[in-house]
């Protein structure tokens, strides 16, 4: 019983390469989040999905775009990725907000060069 | 102004000591109200969850909602240095998907 699984859990890029940031849950949850987390920040949400087919913008949404794939997976796609960007980024799932505990992945360290 | 304000810290106690953690916030709509645990290098996990106003233990923690003063606080009692990590507090509403998060507080206790 995984949870919420995230990959890869690092990634160095250049800016301007792209790439996907996977997530798959096996509680059968669905609500499903991406945030980021840095510094002073807190954790910011990029995008998430409340149910399968439906996806909606966050707080930072500019430079990403997420695909909800079926119930268990939730992508997070960075096009053309940039030094702002550099974060740790987290995907979290919950079966209903009302239900109380947001269930979080391990995190993906991301360093854009 | 941001929907949830913390303090960020860090706060350093001796073991043994009584830690108070606290939120503010500006949204009257929020009914659902969390702390959350993060160890470093790890993803937060739910440490306390409670819904509208009033008090919540649950052994050496206690969390504290007082929805006329927009404010929640989590207290530590005998604290232990296996409870050093960060403390996220988070809220969300009736409706809508969304949650609303803490800066976070990086907490130390020192053996």
């Known amino acids: 019983n995984a949870g919420v699984t995230q990959t890869p859990k690092f990634q160095v890029l250049k800016t301007g390469q792209s790439m996907t940031l996977q997530c798959a849950q096996d509680m059968n949850h669905n609500s499903m989040y991406w945030y980021r987390q840095d510094p002073g920040m807190g954790l910011r949400l990029i995008y998430y999905?409340?149910?399968?087919?439906?996806?909606d913008k966050g707080e930072v949404p500019n430079g990403y775009n997420v695909s909800r794939l079926n119930k268990r997976e939730f992508s997070l796609r960075l096009e053309s990725a940039a030094p702002s960007q550099t974060s740790v980024y987290f995907c979290?799932?919950?079966?209903?907000?009302?239900?109380?505990?947001?269930?979080f992945g391990e995190g993906s360290r991301l360093t854009v060069l | 102004q941001k929907e949830v304000e913390q303090d960020p810290g860090p706060l350093s106690v001796p073991e043994g000591a009584i830690v108070s953690l606290n939120c503010t916030y500006s949204n009257s709509a929020f009914q659902y109200f969390m702390w959350y645990r993060q160890y470093s290098r790890k993803g937060p996990e739910l440490l306390m969850y409670t819904y509208s106003s009033g008090n919540k233990e649950d052994g050496r923690f206690t969390a504290q909602v007082d929805k006329s003063s927009k404010y929640i606080s989590l207290f530590i009692r005998d604290s232990q240095p296996s409870d050093s990590a960060t403390y996220l507090c988070a809220m969300s509403g009736k409706t809508g998907n969304q949650f609303y998060f803490g800066t976070g507080t990086s907490l130390t206790v020192i053996p």
């Open positions: 979290a799932t919950i079966y209903r907000v009302s239900a109380g505990e947001l269930f």
């Open positions: 999905s409340a149910s399968e087919g439906t996806t």
